[in-house]
């Protein structure tokens, strides 16, 4: 009979805001009915897990050894609850969505979630923390700070203030959900022509002997065109605003309009196609670019009557 092989589970664990645990006073502890030690490495002292942005791994979780079926499942439910546990307890700290790695040998990144077979003993490589700057201090702050225009309209505070916040998030579909929310949020929908408008008020007052609000609020709202035709005319504009020509604007529209349709599915159906988060960064940044250089980009009406008086003659 055949012996099960038996690993060690690794599991990191991420915080950006110095949410990290209280280490047991043997280091072992109970952790959904296995026997894991939590772990806690030493970071340099420039390393602030108060202000660092994200892949900062300060504990890990190092589960006893079980056959492999086992370790998936555990790992399983770790992904399913860590986010929830994390949202009770008003914290920041996560383990990542990552596939397992399964290691050949003692040493292993851990930054990766690892099996480690129990004929080896853990000793994950973290590699060297990133405490150095690209930033130029004298070009950045002493030159480009001073071609800023200042920013006061409320949309766009907004806006920019979860663009950074995005940064701080490695999770593609948290990232990708913010792009979005962040083109939703800006984007204003057209009326509908007038004759439409009628049609539809028709429609209200017969629903109205239905007595059915919900109906009601659906019908008033198809006054106005669909979020999605909003965001992809916002991303027209917004292209059109910083030189983009007519090919330019079809196509950045068109890409507007297939990510708005992956955001319903995730939205609504919790799974969706690939996403595409390079395509979302890459609108965010071509509307907010145009939105600080010109707010009317974000105004239909207004950038409308302003691209006509400068075509006049």
Same mark, same amino acid.
């Given at each position: 009979?055949?012996?099960?092989?038996?690993?060690?589970?690794?599991v990191?664990?991420?915080?950006?805001?110095?949410d990290?645990?209280?280490?047991?006073? /043997?280091?072992?502890?109970? %952790?959904?009915?296995?026997?894991?030690?939590?772990?806690?490495?030493?970071?340099?002292?420039?390393?602030?897990?108060?202000?660092?942005? @994200?892949?900062?791994?300060?504990?890990?979780?190092?589960?006893?050894? %079980? /056959?492999?079926?086992?370790?998936?499942?555990?790992?399983?439910?770790?992904?399913?609850?860590?986010?929830?546990?994390?949202?009770?307890?008003?914290?920041?700290f996560?383990?990542?969505?990552?596939?397992? /790695?399964?290691? @050949?040998?003692?040493k292993?990144?851990?930054?990766?979630?690892?099996?480690?077979?129990?004929?080896?003993? *853990?000793?994950?490589?973290?590699?060297?923390?990133?405490?150095?700057?690209?930033? /130029?201090? @004298?070009?950045?702050?002493?030159?480009?700070?001073?071609?800023?225009?200042?920013?006061?309209?409320?949309?766009?505070?907004?806006?920019?203030?979860?663009?950074?916040?995005? =940064?701080?998030?490695?999770?593609?579909?948290?990232?990708?959900?913010?792009?979005?929310?962040?083109?939703?949020?800006?984007?204003?929908?057209?009326?509908?022509?007038?004759?439409?408008?009628?049609?539809?008020?028709?429609?209200?007052q017969?629903?109205?002997?239905?007595?059915? *609000?919900?109906?009601?609020?659906?019908l008033?709202?198809l006054?106005?065109?669909?979020?999605?035709?909003? %965001?992809?005319?916002?991303?027209?504009?917004?292209?059109r605003?910083?030189?983009?020509?007519?090919?330019?604007?079809?196509?950045?529209?068109?890409?507007?309009?297939?990510?708005?349709s992956?955001?319903?599915?995730l939205?609504?159906?919790?799974?969706?196609?690939?996403?595409?988060v =390079?395509?979302?960064?890459?609108?965010?940044?071509?509307?907010?670019?145009?939105?600080?250089?010109?707010?009317?980009?974000?105004?239909?009406?207004?950038?409308?009557?302003?691209?006509c008086?400068?075509?006049?003659p």
């Amino acid at each position: 009979m055949n012996t099960p092989i038996l690993f060690w589970l690794h599991v990191p664990i991420e915080t950006t805001h110095g949410d990290w645990f209280q280490l047991p006073p /043997n280091g072992c502890l109970n %952790v959904l009915g296995k026997r894991a030690r939590l772990l806690e490495r030493n970071l340099p002292n420039s390393v602030s897990l108060t202000s660092a942005s @994200t892949g900062v791994i300060k504990q890990w979780l190092i589960f006893d050894p %079980v /056959n492999e079926v086992e370790a998936r499942q555990l790992w399983k439910e770790l992904k399913e609850k860590f986010p929830a546990l994390a949202f009770e307890e008003k914290a920041s700290f996560r383990i990542g969505q990552n596939e397992l /790695n399964i290691a @050949t040998r003692s040493k292993y990144d851990g930054l990766i979630p690892t099996l480690i077979p129990a004929s080896f003993t *853990p000793d994950p490589e973290w590699g060297v923390p990133n405490i150095t700057s690209y930033m /130029n201090g @004298t070009l950045v702050l002493g030159t480009k700070l001073n071609s800023i225009s200042p920013i006061t309209d409320i949309r766009l505070i907004a806006a920019l203030d979860l663009e950074i916040a995005s =940064r701080y998030d490695v999770l593609p579909r948290s990232i990708f959900l913010a792009q979005l929310t962040i083109l939703d949020s800006l984007a204003v929908k057209n009326e509908r022509e007038d004759a439409t408008k009628q049609w539809i008020d028709a429609k209200i007052q017969e629903a109205n002997k239905l007595n059915d *609000p919900g109906l009601i609020s659906s019908l008033t709202n198809l006054k106005q065109g669909s979020h999605g035709a909003a %965001v992809r005319a916002l991303v027209s504009r917004a292209v059109r605003a910083i030189g983009g020509d007519r090919t330019e604007q079809s196509a950045k529209s068109k890409l507007a309009g297939q990510l708005y349709s992956i955001r319903s599915a995730l939205s609504h159906a919790g799974s969706g196609p690939t996403l595409n988060v =390079r395509g979302a960064r890459e609108l965010v940044s071509i509307v907010l670019k145009a939105s600080i250089l010109d707010i009317d980009v974000l105004d239909p009406i207004a950038f409308a009557t302003k691209q006509c008086d400068g075509n006049k003659p």
